[in-house]
């Protein structure tokens, strides 16, 4: 197994998509067999760079609002295994609100607490459509209990992806020595050891958020939280 973190690999099918006639993604109900194998190759040539003559049977590739593409992700690889990222959304929204992202289509929107909420609805609506119409092999990670119970994680999800779980998968330094330079946003995050101080944060800053509960409710309780 080896990972690609939160670099651009699927960005360049989709750009590639959106120049044929139709463009991304209202041509994917007319897309060709010869499109999806020329999609196909473009994902693993954008791959490769990133593998650095690494192989693998399994490939972890992980970016922000990838869920937004399931539907090319199935199409183009329909054994593809998804894992979803579950997160107390006051959480989710204050993270996003809170960092200072370098500006693109997606974290433009990331300027208010009001605008971050409400992208965030709109994304867990997605999402919870895309469940509803495509045939995907998923499952979900919950924050709250990676964070507190770790190895019992790493266990049920290796399970999930059909592979032997290994303690040093959760060796942070092991990991930060050996991974490729990580230049989005998030690398902090990325780099620092698995912490729990930014679970609950939400709880700190709620009068800030009260505004948007009514806007995260439906997709809090979807999720099993709550803002009681």
Partial sequence: MVSIEELPTLEHAIADFAALPGGYPDAMDTLQADDVRALRARYRQAAAVHLGG??????????????????????LFPDARI??????????????????YAPNDAFV??????ESARVYAR????????????????????????IDDPATELARVSAFLGITPDPAMLD??????????????????????????????WQRYRKYLEPCIDTLRP??????????
């Fill in 54 to 75: 690494r192989s693998a049977k399994l490939i972890v590739d992980k970016l922000h609002l990838r869920c937004l593409h399931v539907g090319l992700i199935r199409r």
């Fill in 83 to 100: 894992l979803f990222a579950l997160r107390h959304p006051g959480d989710v929204v204050l993270s996003n609100f809170m960092q200072q």
């Fill in 109 to 114: 929107h990331f300027d208010t607490l009001a």
């Fill in 123 to 146: 994304v867990l609506d997605l999402w919870r459509h895309s469940l509803k119409v495509l045939p995907l092999t998923w499952d979900s990670v919950r924050y709250e209990q990676l």
């Fill in 172 to 201: 942070r330094q092991a990991r930060n020595a050996t991974r490729e330079r990580v230049r989005t946003n998030s690398y902090q995050q990325v780099a620092e050891p698995i912490y729990q101080r930014a679970a609950g944060r």
């Fill in 219 to 228: 997709a809090a309780d979807w999720l099993g939280y709550r803002f009681d």
